[in-house]
């Protein structure tokens, strides 16, 4: 709790005056401004939701009698303190009185009802007895024709606004000066909206103007740029005369028509680590731009092992992945129906390093394919025997989603078997610590590569060793109390040996979340009792095809009742125990955007008309995936996601529709096992039966054949889908806060 109530004296914690003694008697004229604050007494010590004389918004019982104190016997005191001081003018002391009384009224507005505690910056019930205080305080320094800020400094902003805008302090000589301070305190309270604030204040006569624009600056140069280019404007103005030396290098990237190319070097160039020469002679040539990216990216990554901060690194890893897709990884998609030597051309004269960041930079975009001949790649021109060698040459930037993408695309074992033991055992360890140390959207994002990852190892030793790891953690965290860490390590442990072919723990019980291994019928039935699932067609040359054969699939006039539009198609069950509909939008002319239309004009339809999909199928290739996760209905339970690499998108889908059971292909989607799987879903469905993961891995693994058999494993069903399951298992441990 924040240090207050320091002038508390011990006795009155525990002894309270519900109102002023009996015979204190205001003089007439100032009753009922009186009578006001002692509603506006009686209002605050209600406002826990109880109408009694003890507030309560602490679970710590001291601090609540503390609380009360001030709230009773402090303002009882202050008024009759007041009322015998002679020395203040009547109509003065009714100024006090109805600026006390607002600044109550105020803070009750303001306030929450209970504390939990308090986020940092924001007012509560903490602050009150400062507040007071600080009220007391400036009404001295007021009197005495003083400036009022010193009063003002212990304050959250909300709490020293309620007080500067009191009529009191109305006519204070120094409101020029407070209005600066308050300025100051709501910008430290709201950094990002420095360089708005100051657009609002034209003169920009106060004394930190130029500090200002040099911390944010630091915080957001983009933007620093983009206000100083408002040529005209006084703000603008000021950044040009700041003296300060970076600010000054920005100006100067303001006037410069390529100025954000320059952008990701300005770290470097600031602090005198490159000459903005080496890029300007670099812009010219996209090669000669990207290389020099990734060599400063490179450096990045060997300076800030040693703590520097940099405040362009965002700017460079949007610039070099920006790069990557545009020069190269759209480029070797695009060609994905060419041969090597054309589709991997622009690549040839690539580094490792410069494969490595177009890998780990486009963990989504990339193509299975793609990924396939670029891993191989780095290792036919590595200059040194040991894969970790790569890992070393980038000072092990990113090395965890490096790691993460060869347990996707398989590839893993061969990456570990390329390197010692000792090397692999130590890479592995690293890679599973400090799995609580995200932040933001991403901050479970290494976990989950984890629990992916662990799926994916064969080697039993390694397993093993990665096992304890997890056990070290955990009891680390336990120690310690990290309760982040605790459940983060506590679900990695339950993933991993439910993962163990003996294993005998129910893992739904022991996470908390819906079944792991089956999806019961009830659970995609709609409230009409019918299963609905909806299909995404695309109008290529390969979706036209599937769309066909869909057609022909379910073309039995006697099991299936057609409705049949323009845009899409609607088949319902014929006489199932639980009546089955399918949705598939036309395969119509993608290049005239037919296909998008019509997927909307369904979706639209289907809203209209009562259908909530409870399952979605993706039927085209990964790069229209984005497409129809961007439209997938939050309805959707299941969803299957046949094209290659589509299990890359997991975190996506599951921010739709967050207990998502979802099977995906790791490589590559093929449409004679897509078929079996949706088919097998219909099947099973329109039956009454449940769906059991490991029985339809089986079935379906069966009727596509021993030639697919390799194929097939690529697919990953729920059960096995230890990334989601994390996903979903820490979402319901935070919000239970178990």
């Known amino acids: ?192 909206r420095t360089l708005d604030e100051m657009t609002k204040r034209e003169n920009l006569k106060y004394p930190f103007a130029d500090s200002l624009i040099a911390e944010a600056a630091k915080r957001n140069p983009d933007r620093l740029i983009r206000y100083a280019q408002a040529s005209g404007t006084a703000l603008s103005r000021k950044i040009f005369e700041s003296k300060n030396p970076f600010v000054r290098l920005l100006a100067d990237f303001s006037m410069d028509p390529k100025g954000q190319l320059y952008m990701p070097f ?186 992916n990852a662990y799926a994916t190892i064969t080697d039993t030793t390694l397993r093993k060793l990665i096992r304890n790891q997890v056990d070290l953690n955990l009891n680390r965290a336990l120690a310690t109390n990290n309760r982040k860490a605790s459940v983060i390590y506590r679900l990695e442990k339950l993933i991993m040996e439910s993962n163990d072919p003996h294993a005998t723990i129910n893992i739904s019980d022991s996470l908390g979340i819906l079944p792991v291994y089956q999806v019961p019928n009830q659970y995609l039935k709609d409230d009409k009792g019918r299963v609905v699932m909806q299909m995404y067609f695309y109008g290529d040359a390969g979706g036209k095809g599937s769309f066909n054969t869909l057609m022909n699939l379910m073309s039995n006039r006697s099991q299936w009742k057609i409705n049949s539009t323009a845009q899409w198609v609607q088949f319902t069950s014929i006489g199932t125990d639980v009546p089955f509909v399918l949705f598939a939008n036309r395969a119509l002319d993608e290049e005239q955007d037919l296909d998008d239309k019509a997927q909307y004009a369904l979706i639209e339809w289907m809203n209209a008309n009562g259908f909530q999909p409870s399952i979605t199928v993706h039927r085209g290739h990964s790069y229209f995936l984005g497409q129809t996760i961007e439209k997938m209905l939050p309805s959707s339970k299941v969803v299957v996601l046949g094209s290659c690499g589509a299990y890359h998108n997991l975190a996506n889908v599951l921010k739709i529709s967050p207990e998502a059971y979802i099977i995906a292909s790791k490589q590559v989607g093929y449409g004679v096992i897509n078929i079996q799987v949706f088919m097998y879903l219909i099947n099973e469905l329109k039956r009454g039966r449940d769906v059991v ?46």
Request: overall charge negative; cysteine-free; proline content about 3%.
């Open 266 to 451: 300005l770290h470097m160039i600031s602090k005198g680590y490159l000459d903005k020469k080496v890029i300007t002679d670099a812009i010219g040539d996209s090669t000669r731009y990207y290389s020099l990216l990734v060599k400063t990216q490179i450096e990045y990554a060997r300076r800030s092992q040693k703590g520097e901060i940099f405040s362009s690194a965002k700017d460079l890893t949007d610039r070099l992945k920006r790069k990557t897709m545009e020069v190269y990884v759209n480029t070797i998609n695009g060609l994905h129906d060419y041969g090597a030597e054309i589709r991997f051309k622009s690549i040839q004269k690539l580094t490792p390093e410069e494969l490595y960041y177009l890998m780990v930079l486009n963990e989504v975009e990339i193509y299975t394919s793609s990924y396939l001949y670029v891993y191989k790649r780095i290792f036919e021109i590595l200059p040194t025997q040991g894969a970790d060698s790569i890992l070393a040459l980038v000072h092990y930037d990113r090395y965890k989603k490096f790691l993460t993408m060869a347990s996707n695309y398989n590839t893993l074992d061969d990456f570990l078997g390329r390197m010692s033991k000792e090397s692999a055992h130590g890479l592995m360890i690293n890679f599973v610590n400090n799995l609580d140390k995200g932040s933001g959207e991403d901050e479970i994002e290494d976990a989950v590569d984890v629990a």
């Open 1 to 192: 709790m924040n240090q207050f109530f320091l002038t508390v004296v011990t006795v009155f914690t525990f002894q309270f005056i519900s109102a002023q003694p009996v015979d204190f008697k205001p003089d007439i004229s100032r009753a009922l401004f009186h009578s006001r604050l002692d509603e506006a007494q009686k209002a605050l010590l209600w406002a826990d939701g109880r109408k009694d004389k003890m507030l309560t918004p602490f679970q710590n019982e001291e601090l609540n009698l503390q609380l009360t104190y001030y709230v009773q016997n402090f303002i009882d005191q202050w008024q009759i303190n007041m009322e015998a001081n002679d020395s203040i003018a009547s109509q003065e002391k009714i100024g006090l009185i109805r600026g006390l009384t607002d600044l109550l009224n105020g803070f009750k507005g303001q306030a929450p009802r209970f504390t939990i505690p308090t986020k940092s910056g924001y007012l509560g019930w903490e602050h009150f007895p400062g507040m007071l205080e600080g009220f007391e305080q400036a009404s001295m320094l007021n009197r005495e024709g003083k400036s009022i800020t010193t009063a003002l400094t212990s304050l959250p902003y909300d709490g020293a606004l309620l007080l500067t805008n009191s009529i009191v302090f109305i006519d204070n000589p120094f409101a020029i000066e407070t209005r600066q301070y308050m300025l100051l305190k709501y910008l430290e309270k709201f950094q990002e």
């Open 693 to 738: 993961w490991p029985s339809m891995m089986e079935d379906v693994g069966k009727s596509v054949g021993a030639g697919r058999k390799s194929d097939f494993e690529d697919y990953i069903f729920p059960h096995k889908n230890l990334g989601a399951i994390f996903i979903k298992a820490y979402r319901k441990a935070m919000e239970e806060k178990i």
